[in-house]
């Protein structure tokens, strides 16, 4: 799907009666193919559309840079254009910053956030600590996960990449939060060394139909190594928050 210069992939798996409609959007410098396990088992039960962002998963980079609202204003436009919505709006590390500000911007397309490893904690917001961070999570990561992460950082290629950074570190995620209409879910791994515990749950705390949750012994992309755990508690949460 094309917006403009801008050109997005979606991977639907629709279900006649299903539950729900899930949006699952990827991180910096990666793609669909780390919310695949999710997707495949929400997609029991749930109509799920996991998206490669424009730049990323090998689609081609746009002409002018894109921050985190200008992106947000274009999921809200693909939502629009597939005619889908209100989703549950997942996103994992960056992806949580698009789903926020889309939810933020277009509470009408969004019934639920489920935030997965939010960024950028307040305690190493810096590039250097953000790629400390980074550095450590990949040695407790298994190399499925590893692998698929180097080979898209790779497709992504450093200048788009750091372009994208720069806007993750900037973007105020604490304070967009508050502003939510929304229930929000904030869930990280308990080894994850990128979103701390202490920041996960105060992002939780800073809106009134916040949660907090961690899935334990699992690292920043738990998605991919718990996507059954993980699953279990977005279900438990969409059932204790109703539209």
Not at 88 to 98: I, L, P, R
Not at 223 to 235: C, F, L, M, Y
């Amino acid at each position: 799907m094309d917006l403009d210069d801008r050109r997005f992939r979606v991977f639907s798996s629709e279900r006649v009666s299903a539950g729900r409609e899930f949006l699952l959007v990827h991180g910096v410098g990666i793609s669909h193919r780390l919310f695949s396990r999710l997707h495949g088992v929400l997609s029991a039960e749930h109509s799920v559309h996991t998206l490669d962002l424009p730049g990323f998963g090998g689609l081609p980079k746009p002409s002018t840079d894109r921050d985190v609202e200008a992106m947000a204003a274009d999921l809200g436009r693909v939502l629009d254009r597939l005619q889908i919505g209100p989703v549950v709006a997942v996103g994992d590390s960056m992806g949580t910053q698009w789903v926020v500000e889309l939810a933020t911007q277009r509470p009408d397309l969004v019934s639920h956030v489920i935030a997965i490893g939010p960024v950028a904690d307040s305690r190493h917001r810096s590039l250097l600590e953000q790629a400390t961070a980074l550095g450590l999570d990949s040695l407790r990561e298994p190399p499925s996960a590893n692998a698929r992460v180097f080979v898209e950082y790779a497709r992504c290629g450093p200048r788009w990449y750091a372009q994208q950074v720069r806007h993750m570190l900037d973007y105020p995620i604490e304070k967009r939060v508050a502003e939510l209409s929304v229930p929000l879910l904030v869930l990280r791994g308990g080894r994850d060394p990128i979103a701390g515990p202490e920041w996960s749950r105060d992002i939780a705390r800073r809106t009134a139909r916040g949660r907090f949750v961690e899935v334990a012994g699992h690292p920043h992309l738990v998605q991919h190594t718990a996507p059954e755990p993980v699953a279990r508690e977005i279900e438990a949460f969409l059932e204790a928050e109703p539209m």
